[in-house]
């Protein structure tokens, strides 16, 4: 609305100005009927007042209105600096209040913006690929989420759900929650021997509640279950350099549940620490709680660097026993178990670490090194993993791109594979952007082994290498910005 107050006093004061003062019947009606038209304009300009003051709270509220007072166009950036200020106003009003009360129309509007800042957001990712040795069953081995040969075939369909802290702006709590369906549920929960029960909460990928605490310059700590940051891989394909996962993404754990804390010491160096269950449990099966210790590092705007050790203990003190029909067994939940008597006690350590270099705009470096110890019991000879990986990236163009990957993964003692081993894998990846939030990808893959591992089209006999070629789409949509 424009602003229309300054013109009205003037327009007042010309209409009001008296005529020269004349002692006859006609100038008095004439003065008398200037003040009545004077009275009249004060009431509309007080009326007009109050009308500007109503129009300025609601801009003031809404955060859409400009100068002019023409509302401007929404955008999740204006979204955002609306939700900013209004956090701010209601700081500020707590701060002005007296106790510490607010007003109620700064009370109404918290109510009703008590989910602003979510982002509801949608990711599929689905698959056709095919395996050279046309395996019985036209299964991938060493496959994390492609798995299928021959098959059109659903990797996961996701639901993500995030309100992130602000403490800028007032707000230190923050939730996310990610719910997966598809043939990815099972690589990440289907392992019976790890996740005790897992069939309760293979679709919740992540769920956690976060605080930032006003300690320095916020110490951040998560409560519930997320995803590992052990490997330099993730979940969501369109985050990813390739599209098939590496090895170490496959063996290393994909989540965890408990409490972490993160605190930025100053912009290279962030501390992170976490106590969990165990790797890729959200129930224990002992009393034993893990621990991560764990670096950021940003030396420069273009190289980040992440070093982790994680000790922990992996080696169950029960196990469930269904059907069973022994008398004074416990039961969880309807279902039996039992203690296992003199229960192994060996320790686990990861040591992991990987830095990624943003060469130029368009190439883009990274590395990864992996080692991981466990032994059964304390006293035992270890067994033991160690390798790494290395990957390449180049924008050819704004909706073209390449990447590779080349790994190496030392089994001893068959932790990965069930026998002592010797894998590497390369995998040359081609991307086109058909637009924001759309991918297709088309891979070639080779995997070799020191000794016949891959299977065939006939029972028995193994190769030493496969070979898959796959097309991947993925498609996401949602407000949340960034790597999910």
């Not at 008398?32 to 038209?37: E, F, G, S, V, W």
Request: proline share 6%.
């Amino acid at each position: 609305m424009p602003r229309i107050l300054p013109i009205l006093p003037l327009c007042a004061a010309m209409m009001v100005r008296p005529a020269p003062a004349q002692d006859n019947p006609g100038a008095r009606a004439a003065i008398d009927n200037t003040a009545a038209m004077s009275k009249q304009i004060a009431d509309l300009t007080a009326l007009v007042q109050k009308l500007q003051a109503r129009v300025d709270a609601l801009e003031g509220k809404l955060g859409s209105g400009n100068a002019a007072g023409t509302a401007a166009p929404s955008s999740p950036q204006s979204d955002v600096s609306a939700r900013a200020q209004s956090a701010k106003e209601a700081s500020l009003d707590a701060q002005a209040a007296p106790n510490g009360q607010t007003a109620p129309a700064t009370e109404t509007a918290n109510d009703f913006n008590i989910l602003r800042g979510t982002t509801l957001n949608l990711y599929f990712d689905g698959y056709y690929g095919y395996n050279f040795n046309a395996p019985i069953g036209r299964a991938n081995l060493l496959r994390a989420y492609d798995v299928s040969s021959n098959a059109f075939s659903l990797s996961q369909a996701d639901l993500v759900l995030e309100n992130a802290p602000d403490p800028d702006h007032g707000r230190r709590f923050g939730f996310r929650l990610d719910l997966q369906f598809g043939q990815a549920t099972a690589t990440l929960q289907g392992n019976a021997s790890n996740e005790p029960r897992p069939e309760v909460y293979r679709n919740i990928f992540q769920a956690y509640g976060t605080y930032v605490a006003p300690i320095g310059s916020g110490l951040t700590i998560d409560f519930g279950k997320w995803a590992s940051s052990l490997g330099m891989e993730g979940n969501y394909g369109k985050d990813q350099i390739n599209y098939s996962r590496s090895y170490w993404y496959n063996f290393l754990p994909f989540y965890h549940t408990g409490a972490r804390l993160s605190y930025k010491v100053n912009n290279a160096i962030t501390l992170n620490y976490w106590i969990t269950n165990g790797t890729g449990q959200t129930e224990p099966f002992n009393g034993y709680k893990d621990e991560l210790f764990g670096l950021s590092l940003q030396p420069h705007r273009n190289v980040s660097w992440i070093v982790n050790y994680y000790l922990g203990q992996e080696h169950p003190d029960f196990e469930y026993v269904p059907g069973s029909t022994q008398p004074g067994l416990p039961t969880l939940q309807g279902i039996p178990f039992e203690p296992i008597p003199n229960p192994a006690n060996g320790n686990l350590h990861i040591i992991d670490t990987y830095a990624t270099w943003t060469v130029t705009p368009k190439l883009t470096l990274a590395a990864e090194l992996d080692d991981e110890i466990e032994r059964l019991l304390r006293t035992s000879p270890p067994a033991r993993t160690d390798g790494g990986a290395a990957y390449f990236r180049y924008q050819l163009s704004s909706k073209l791109a390449i990447a590779s990957r080349g790994e190496w993964f030392f089994d001893h003692g068959g932790l990965f594979t069930g026998t002592t081993n010797t894998l590497h894998e390369a995998t040359l990846t081609f991307e086109q952007k058909v637009y924001d939030g759309f991918l297709v990808r088309e891979e070639y893959r080779r995997d070799f082994a020191s000794r016949p591992y891959f299977l065939t089209d006939t029972l028995g006999i193994l190769k030493k290498d496969q070979t898959t070629a796959t097309l991947g789409l993925i498609w996401w949509f949602g407000a949340k910005k960034g790597a999910w």
